[in-house]
T-cell receptor, first 112, second 115 residues
Framework: GQNIDQPTEMTATEGAIVQINCTYQ??????LFWYQQHAGEAPTFLSY????GLEEKGRFSSFLSRSKGYSYLLLKELQMKDSASYLC?????????????FGSGTQLTVLP | DVKVTQSSRYLVKRTGEKVFLECVQD?????MFWYRQDPGLGLRLIYF???????EKGDIPEGYSVSREKKERFSLILESASTNQTSMYLC??????????????FGSGTRLTVV
């Protein structure tokens, strides 16, 4: 079966650094995505990790450890506009197509 | 700019009605997906399709059906809407090889309320 866990809510202060963790137990794992979703909007792509290690992209970085079934998204220099839900999603090979299996999302609130 | 377009942002339907949610993509993607999103439950896969006229059940297909008559269009059908189908519905698409390095492209969502 597939199981992806991430915290439900997090709060941080503008200008700070926050780390959102994600653990997964999936069969047929290929890679790990992070999406950002503002209220009432579609999820948008942030990062993709297929190899172990850290991928940095401006203020956002994502880390993957395949052996530990663990990933995190690191947001630096937080801004008010970073208040959103952050979705962790694992790519799995299942049946006739590769799919994404999503965690429940972490609602991040950035306070002034 | 590539797009996945869902025909309605908000819908209100009555219990027992047959409801059609339409999704169109202009990226020539082979794979298309329907998810519903509920607080605390995340995105759950209803159905997906990897080719015209092909469909596969996702994790929660009960009460739903789909249609893919053309490559660019994937329709979700609620045969007889019920209040527990009140939700946000998201359509997504991807290339044949899967999500690839950009993942899925999502539509803006349809918030369906069944009264």
């Amino acid at each position: 079966g597939q199981n992806i866990d991430q915290p439900t809510e997090m709060t941080a202060t503008e200008g700070a650094i926050v780390q959102i963790n994600c653990t997964y137990q999936t069969s047929g794992f290929n890679g790990l995505f992070w999406y950002q979703q503002h209220a009432g909007e579609a999820p948008t792509f942030l990062s993709y990790n297929v190899l172990d290690g850290l991928e940095e992209k401006g203020r956002f970085s994502s880390f993957l450890s395949r052996s530990k079934g663990y990933s995190y998204l690191l947001l630096k220099e937080l801004q008010m506009k970073d208040s959103a839900s952050y979705l962790c999603a694992a790519t799995i090979s299942s049946g006739s197509a590769r799919q994404l299996t999503f965690g429940s999302g972490t609602q991040l609130t950035v306070l002034p | 700019d590539v797009k996945v377009t869902q025909s309605s942002r908000y819908l209100v339907k009555r219990t027992g009605e047959k409801v059609f949610l339409e999704c169109v993509q202009d990226m020539d993607h082979e794979n298309m997906f329907w998810y519903r999103q509920d607080p605390g439950l995340g995105l759950r896969l209803i159905y997906f399709s990897y080719d015209v006229k092909m469909k596969e059940k996702g994790d929660i297909p009960e009460g739903y059906s789909v249609s893919r008559e053309k490559k660019e269009r994937f329709s979700l059908i609620l045969e007889s809407a019920s209040t527990n189908q009140t939700s946000m519905y998201l359509c997504a698409s991807s290339t044949l090889g899967g999500p690839g390095v950009r993942g899925y492209t999502f539509g803006s969502g349809t918030r369906l309320t069944v009264v």
